[in-house]
């Protein structure tokens, strides 16, 4: 049934009297700061910013479902995921179906704030996250943008609200402390309290009063609300409603259908719970829902690992769930296992080359030791060789095919892989599907012409040299400083002018770049290689074991030495790199 408006207010109401909540099938909040301001743009406007699905619940069945509240504080980190509410006895509820990002956003506009991690800092570093709250500029032009924007709204620090320069910022969430019936008269003693005067008062009292009738009068929520009870019937309306949508994909779909159908465990919070444990393993690694949902699929030996609707009964979800502390126990382990080779989600650049190794784990259930004991250290190194050798591949081994390669690479764990990793194995079965791991001439040139930008470096020099530390512990370091490139001080060097461009270029590649432990590193920063060699092994013996170690070759004095010392060194490491990549 069809319902042709209410007030922003009066959904917001809803919200706080949970009489609107969220059913488990629903996501997380995932918009953007600047889509909740272009939602509020569209409201100030006058714009259809769309209907709303409502699946009315009735109060004896309110109790068979798990409920979830709306994000009202926002926080990337800490609390980027909706409420639960637990179990509602015996009570009429409204759960939103279609709607809920738009109205999260109108419920952290007008009673919360946003916390998003700041470009360039560390997830680790609380002042990363800081809390804004939505404000709207009473002074801005009212003319449109390029985008159609008119009103300027923006997430701010709170203590900007007032006069900010020739900007008069305004708390959104203050026009629902004004009354009804004296809602002019405040406003504009508001405005009087902030010294605006002629142009400037009618310009803001103008914008202040759209924003009180858009959220406060104006009958702009339309909704359609849906009365069966059939749960099927709702999990079909769901999907119809948001598989057009963005960015919600297919197998977030699936995921809100697989979470819902759980008998024991809170699915949801399991799911989002494991997730989180998984990042905070290690800064860089971004593991998601999806990747928790593909790996259930993938250990329990589900017939397929696609994300396709014949998947996901309640047969196979229930196998999901029952064998839910085996998955995972075993994806600590893995996140934990690339903590210890120092990869990250910037080094895998797909995270899903891990399941064939979490599946490996599943089915080995390898004590809490395992990432640590000297017992397991040679199946780790194959394991690590296998992982890094499928990451240097630069044709891209996780890319199309993926599923039929999970399923095959499985059969052979499943069949093989009782005692070790059983790499060898796993190789001739990607080579069969034309994703093997050998390297051509061509493609050893390629590695050893790498640039530090790629993605593929850190695990390039990890196995190169693979006695240094887990990359937490561990940088890349330039051999000869970056410092010393600049065009000025090439050319004081002697360097002529048409060579500068080639000498910077060489700076950067794998030739004049090495791992060091990072205390160790910061000893060094800008000091040349032979001057620091000179400090850190002052004895012959320890020079030439670390230069012996580091395929440094003949380190020469000066920078005029530089290109030879490329050379060389370009050469050793080429002729070391076949032997590496290509060994199982």
Known sequence: MHHPGGTIEAALNGIESHQFVLPAIQREFVWQPEQVCNLFDSLMQGFPFGEFMYWKV??????QYRWYDFVRKYHEKNSPHCPELGVVHNRALTAVLDGQQRLTAFNIGLKGSMAKKLPHLWW?????????VLALDLLAPTEPDEEGRRYQFEFIDERRVGSDGDRLWYHV???????QDESGPQMMEWLLAQGLQSDELSRGFRTLDRLFRAIRVDPVVAWYEETTQDIERVLQIFIRCNSGGTPLSYSNLLLSIAVSQWDKLDARAEVHGLVDELNDIRDGLRFNADFVLKAGLMLTDIASVGFRVENFTHKNMAILEENWQGIKAALLTTAQLMDSFGYDSRTIR???????????????QPPDSYVTSDQFLEDRRTIKNWLTRSILKQSGIWGSGLDTLLTALREVIRNLGEAEFPAQELGRVMTQRRKGLEFQDEEIDDLADMRI??????PLLSMLFPYLGARGSTDIDHVFPRTRFTTTRLNNAGIES?????WQDWSDRLANLQLLDSTVNNEKRAVMPAEWLDTHCPDPQSRQAYVDRHLLGDVPEEMAGFERFFTSRREALRDRLPQLVNAV
């Open 350 to 364: 797909a995270m899903n080359a891990l399941l064939p190794i979490a599946y490996y784990l599943y089915r080995k």
């Open 58 to 63: 009735e109060a004896q069945n309110s109790s």
């Open 498 to 502: 048409d060579a500068v461009e080639q």
């Open 173 to 179: 969430s203050n026009i629902l402390d004004i009354s």
């Open 124 to 132: 680790s570093n609380p002042s990363a996250f800081p809390e804004r």
């Open 453 to 458: 930008s790629d993605s593929r470096m850190f």
